[in-house]
């Protein structure tokens, strides 16, 4: 994995902008290494790639890739490969956001392809998708594959790093509420004794105006209410910014993501009958309980830098998450409550750069 990101995110790929030369050269070389990962082309035309057409010339490529199973039906992992390339003579080399999760699907690649399946499984490196979700969208909504043959989505996006100091063994799983199924599976893995602390939230939490503004490639999937399941590591201080290079990356981490979602992607292949769609239901006051949890770490580790005012808003969203994580029912008037302590845990985030 770390050769694909340091490939990747390397100053000669001037930031993978879409619809440039460098996001053309990332775009053969992920096409290459699916090749070398035992996947077959699945893009238009028997080809790896699927272009993005737009008003004014086309926006990029899709590149997809496939492990064929016996029914009709595709477990889609994905992870977009463009970043924000070059501005203000500054290069954007975007290793975590998403070289990271580019390599990780690459590596599951690897691992699945000699396993049994019933669905087969779609590998799709999204292009586009800092330009807001635009090659994801066309890919599902272009008719390259039937929406209804597409029984799961496992969405990858910054999956090297650590949200806070302390959460360096710590992954969160955004969304599996979209299916029971996905829900167990993710909730069992939390339980579990692996590397990686797994902590299973509600995707509302991270999209305080709505879904609208949604913070991936699992949106236009979703639109379309296909189960879905968000994993990333957390948006960290060099987060969009030139400083989000290799060196901020653990690659032992980004391997126990590489096992979690082989599993995640094995089980869902060889499962019969499909996750099926429901309508989100968080556990809200679960997410409080969870959110609780880390504005505490927050007040109580010395390492994580925070202003004055920023203790006060994490020991106030502490007080009104405990009180809403004791409610007698789960209520939707917990939500304000989970996203506003998830916007103040993202500021003092942004403040631990080192």
Known sequence: MERDVRFLASDEMKGRDNATPEGAAAAEYVARRMAESGLRPA??????????PGRRGDRGRNVIGSLQGISDRWIVIGAHYDHLGVRKGEIYNGADDNASGVAVILEVARRLE??????????????AEEDGLVGSTHFVNSGLYPVTSFAAMICLDLVG????????????????????????WIGRERGSARSLQVERIGIYAIEPAGPIFARSDYSPFRLKKVPFVF???????????PEDDIERLDFAKMEGVADLVARLAGDLAVSAPSPDWRTPAPDRREDARLLAAGCRRVLENPVIRTSDRQRAAVASALENLTKAAEAETDSKDIAPVVQHAMMVLFEVAKGQKR
Do not use: M, V
């Not at 790093?161 to 167990?184: I, K, N, T, V, Y």
């Open 43 to 52: 893009g238009d035309n028997g080809t790896w790639f699927q272009t993005i």
């Open 114 to 127: 000699n396993e049994p399946r019933h669905h087969g499984l779609l590998f799709c490196s999204f292009d």
């Open 161 to 184: 790093g650590s949200f806070l100091p302390g959460d360096e063994h710590r992954l969160f799983a955004l969304g599996s509420e979209s299916s029971a199924q996905l829900s167990d």
């Open 231 to 241: 994993l990333s590591t957390g948006t960290p201080w060099y987060y969009h910014t």
